[in-house]
């Protein structure tokens, strides 16, 4: 079955940049899309379709797709981005599935 | 606003049975595909099922193949999922999850508990 990758846990310091990578087998031929999770909260789709954003969400958040890895790029990082993120990669035959998680610590 | 609420979520023994609603409001519910999400305790998101605007197309992750059925009701905006046979992994909080376009969900409910003890 398919797999998506990412790292447990990205660290930064505030102001910096996070990068989240999510891996697998010819993601850059699939939509990919990113959620941030919060504690006790529900997912929030903070990109979909590689590179979208949608209304709402910080001109911060940008993301990219490309051979084998999506990554997820956090320009400007803020205490209140500090949460899990997932990818999410959909086709027509595997329908969605859901990167490991990475947790973003915000130091 | 847009709006998913899901319930029926609750305590089950292994091989019993839990249907799970969700009621969406805001929306014109009848253009979107639907589906439900899971998320095991301290674990990632799964998904678990889709159904497409008139129902005619389900797809289900294999896990739940043949022991979960997913159906809609548009007159009555509302998403349902039929979990029998339940097993001790099906614990998780199910999402119940919009898609504006097939490929990603862009609005999510609070997600009700469901969870299996022996």
């Known amino acids: 079955s398919y797999g998506l990758t990412q790292p447990p846990s990205v660290s930064v310091s505030p102001g910096q940049t996070a990068s989240i990578t999510c891996s697998g087998d010819?993601?850059?031929?699939?939509?990919v899309s990113w959620y941030q999770q919060k504690p006790g909260q529900s997912p929030v789709m903070v990109i979909y379709?590689?590179?979208k954003r949608p209304s709402g969400i910080p001109e911060r958040f940008s993301g990219s797709n490309s051979g084998n890895t999506a990554t997820l790029t956090i320009s400007g990082t803020q205490a209140m981005d500090e949460a899990d993120y997932y990818c999410?990669?959909?086709?027509?035959?595997?329908?969605?599935?859901f990167g490991t998680g990475t947790a973003v610590t915000v130091l | 606003e847009v709006q998913l609420v899901e319930s029926g979520g609750g305590f089950v023994q292994p091989g019993g049975s839990l249907r799970l609603s969700c009621v969406a409001s805001?929306?014109?519910?009848?253009?979107?595909?639907m589906s439900w999400v899971r998320q095991a305790p301290g674990k990632g998101l799964e998904w678990v099922a889709n159904?497409?605007?008139?129902?005619?197309?389900?797809y289900y992750v294999d896990s739940v193949k043949g022991r979960f059925t997913i159906s809609r009701d548009n007159a009555k905006n509302s998403l349902h999922l039929q979990m029998n046979s339940l097993r001790v992994e099906d614990t998780a909080v199910y999402y119940c999850?919009?898609?504006?376009?097939?490929?990603?969900?862009?609005?999510w409910g609070k997600g009700t508990t469901v969870t299996l003890s022996s």
């Open positions: 999850a919009k898609s504006y376009s097939r490929d990603y969900m862009d609005v």
């Open positions: 805001g929306l014109i519910f009848s253009k979107y595909w």
């Open positions: 159904i497409k605007q008139d129902g005619s197309e389900k």
């Open positions: 010819k993601l850059g031929d699939k939509s």
């Open positions: 379709q590689d590179t």
């Open positions: 999410q990669a959909w086709d027509i035959s595997t329908h969605y599935v």
